[in-house]
């Protein structure tokens, strides 16, 4: 439904590149709503819980480390199939793989510096949100333009 939410991430690459704006209105353009946003150094032990399902992988320290190395932007995206949607706008995970128009598409050229991560399923979505934000940190606003954003 509309109420769906998910975690999107602005990695240390994107941060550096001042991607962080143009990320912003290609989501916000989109008709989605932007509930919750920060800008943090993460640490290791957060990292390594966010990527737990990666832990067997050989990138996985390397990706912590990258993860870590400076501030990334933390957000919380609403809207209407916002999980699928915002994946498709961001491309595949390998930026070879991903075309033209989508974020790594656009913006990219390596797996292991790939600007964003989004959560990629409505129940990690619930996990990394309830990971990177406290419940207080999630602004519930009222969209003037959702009567034109959905029928
Ligand atoms: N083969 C790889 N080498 C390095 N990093 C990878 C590789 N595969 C995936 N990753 C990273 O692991 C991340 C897992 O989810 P993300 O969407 O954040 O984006 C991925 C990449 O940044």
Redesign the pocket.
């Given at each position: 439904g509309i109420h769906e939410r998910t975690f999107v991430a602005i990695k240390p690459d994107g941060v550096q590149r001042r991607l962080v704006g143009e990320i912003i209105r290609r989501f916000e353009q989109k008709g989605f709503k932007l509930v919750g946003m920060k800008i943090l150094q993460a640490s290791e032990n957060l990292l390594k819980d966010h990527?737990i399902d990666?832990k067997d992988r050989p990138?996985y320290n390397?990706?912590v480390k990258y993860m870590s190395s400076g501030p990334l932007v933390a957000m919380v995206w609403q809207g209407l199939d916002v999980v699928k949607i915002t994946r498709a706008m961001m491309g595949e995970?390998n930026p070879a793989d991903s075309a033209p128009g989508t974020i790594r598409g656009d913006f990219c050229v390596e797996?292991?510096r790939?600007v964003i991560?989004?959560s990629d399923s409505v129940e990690s979505a619930v996990r990394e949100i309830s990971l990177w934000f406290q419940p207080e940190e999630l602004i519930c606003w009222n969209d003037c333009a959702a009567d034109w954003i959905y029928e």
């Amino acid at each position: 439904g509309i109420h769906e939410r998910t975690f999107v991430a602005i990695k240390p690459d994107g941060v550096q590149r001042r991607l962080v704006g143009e990320i912003i209105r290609r989501f916000e353009q989109k008709g989605f709503k932007l509930v919750g946003m920060k800008i943090l150094q993460a640490s290791e032990n957060l990292l390594k819980d966010h990527y737990i399902d990666l832990k067997d992988r050989p990138f996985y320290n390397g990706l912590v480390k990258y993860m870590s190395s400076g501030p990334l932007v933390a957000m919380v995206w609403q809207g209407l199939d916002v999980v699928k949607i915002t994946r498709a706008m961001m491309g595949e995970t390998n930026p070879a793989d991903s075309a033209p128009g989508t974020i790594r598409g656009d913006f990219c050229v390596e797996v292991g510096r790939n600007v964003i991560h989004g959560s990629d399923s409505v129940e990690s979505a619930v996990r990394e949100i309830s990971l990177w934000f406290q419940p207080e940190e999630l602004i519930c606003w009222n969209d003037c333009a959702a009567d034109w954003i959905y029928e």
